[in-house]
């Protein structure tokens, strides 16, 4: 491991993401499979919970990607799809805007270690060699590095060495570090960019380089030269990779109800309660992995939030409880949506969207998934949301053709919610 220190502000926690706590069953119907709950430690009500996320948002949340490009990945059902590619330095445009200015030219030097028993990745920064003059008739640049671990480009996920004045080959010779569990740091991407800083104007992009932590072996800390690369313009199909989320489905027919130990209930105009001939559609949600740290800790507080849409309003709202400081949260929480049926289903769509909850301000979009059918229509209507693809169709349709059985998938979570079709 380095000795060399780097400055404190490079120097953050993401905490290793396991569950802790008692076990018990649960005990929602007796069809359910046996899973074992875990009562992750800090689990909180999201009573008073504000409901700042703005949906119109979500729904523009890709126009800035340039027409022609899709932010959809493939959905799986594994976390191998999706999580195992590299990612592409689409994410130039975070911070920085001085882009195509230079041309990029160079090396840079750097090793690569991580502490095992301290879960510390550590990035030694040695130095560059024959940068671009951002200063072309004095031929001299103010050079620093910068670190993101992608998909994270927060500000609290942001490492940078000092500037180094009028050199095009500075020696920076700075560790910076990242506290990050492996199994994590395995979904994640090394972005590592140089830029010319010009205090009264944009920064200047001199060149990047991406490593990809997948099945990265660390070997010690050699240093080795690296060539910098020009900003990609493509957008590869693991930018919107943000997790995945671990859940059951279940139609269970109106006889069902009827004959079983659970009844169906609908409320009339008069406020009297009758039996229902629907049946119910049962989402048990269980777990989530992978999801982006969006707090200053490198953590994130989510919950689930589920419509059936066209439904979408505060009575017809589910939703977990949060869990307290945690990407891979585990919730084994079950929503029920009362008076429905196969021919409804299948003109329905559940949208299941995953939150980091605030006390104080909105809640932060984590990713989200739609289940239904994938016509665009709903009611002879062409509506934006039914574009499920993929398993998230395949998963509706194998519930709708099984009623009274749970099936199970994990799905990618999307980006955004933005019409995929």
């Not at 492996?182 to 990047?208: A, I, M, P, Q, Y």
């Amino acid at each position: 491991m380095y000795d060399q220190q780097s400055d404190s502000s490079s120097v953050h926690t993401t905490p290793d993401h396991r569950t802790n706590g008692s076990k018990r069953r649960l005990d929602i119907d007796p069809s359910l499979p046996s899973i074992t709950i875990s009562e992750a430690e800090g689990l909180a009500s999201t009573h008073g919970e504000s409901d700042g996320e703005n949906h119109d948002f979500l729904m523009k949340g890709s126009q800035s990607i340039r027409s022609g490009q899709s932010m959809s990945s493939s959905l799986g059902l594994t976390s191998s799809m999706g999580s195992r590619d590299s990612l592409s330095s689409y994410y130039s445009n975070a911070g920085e805007v001085n882009y195509g200015k230079i041309n990029v030219t160079g090396d840079i030097q750097f090793g690569l270690d991580y502490d095992y028993k301290t879960s510390c990745l550590e990035i030694r920064v040695k130095q560059c060699r024959n940068l671009a003059p951002a200063d072309v008739k004095k031929n001299k640049s103010d050079p620093y590095v910068k670190s993101y671990l992608l998909p994270d480009k927060t500000k609290t996920g942001k490492r940078k060495t000092k500037v180094k004045k009028n050199s095009l080959n500075p020696t920076f010779d700075e560790t910076l570090r990242y506290y990050i569990a492996k199994s994590e740091l395995e979904n994640r991407t090394l972005w590592l960019t140089v830029w010319h800083n010009d205090r009264f104007g944009r920064n200047d992009f001199l060149g990047e380089v991406t490593i990809p932590f997948d099945y990265y072996r660390f070997e010690g800390p050699t240093l080795k030269w690296h060539q910098l690369q020009q900003r990609q313009e493509y957008l590869p199909s693991s930018l919107s990779y943000k997790g995945e989320l671990t859940l059951s489905l279940k139609f269970v027919t109106g006889d069902k109800l009827l004959t079983g130990s659970t009844t169906s209930l609908k409320h009339s105009r008069d406020g009297r309660s009758e039996v229902s001939d629907g049946g119910q559609l049962h989402v048990y949600i269980k777990e989530a992995k992978n999801l982006t740290a969006v707090r200053s800790g490198g953590y994130s507080d989510p919950f689930c939030k589920g419509y059936l849409l066209p439904e979408k309003n505060r009575s017809s709202k589910q939703k977990t409880p949060v869990v307290k400081k945690n990407c891979n949260p585990v919730w084994n929480h079950c929503f029920i949506f009362e008076d429905v049926s196969a021919s409804l289903l299948a003109d329905r769509c559940l949208e299941l969207t995953l939150w980091d909850y605030d006390r104080i301000s909105s809640n932060d979009f984590l990713g989200g998934v739609r289940l239904n059918l994938g016509s665009g229509i709903c009611s002879r209507r062409y509506v934006d949301w039914m574009d499920a693809v993929g398993d998230e169709i395949s998963l509706w349709q194998s519930m709708i053709s099984r009623p009274n059985t749970w099936v199970d998938g994990t799905l990618m979570l999307r980006a955004n919610m933005s019409n995929r079709m």
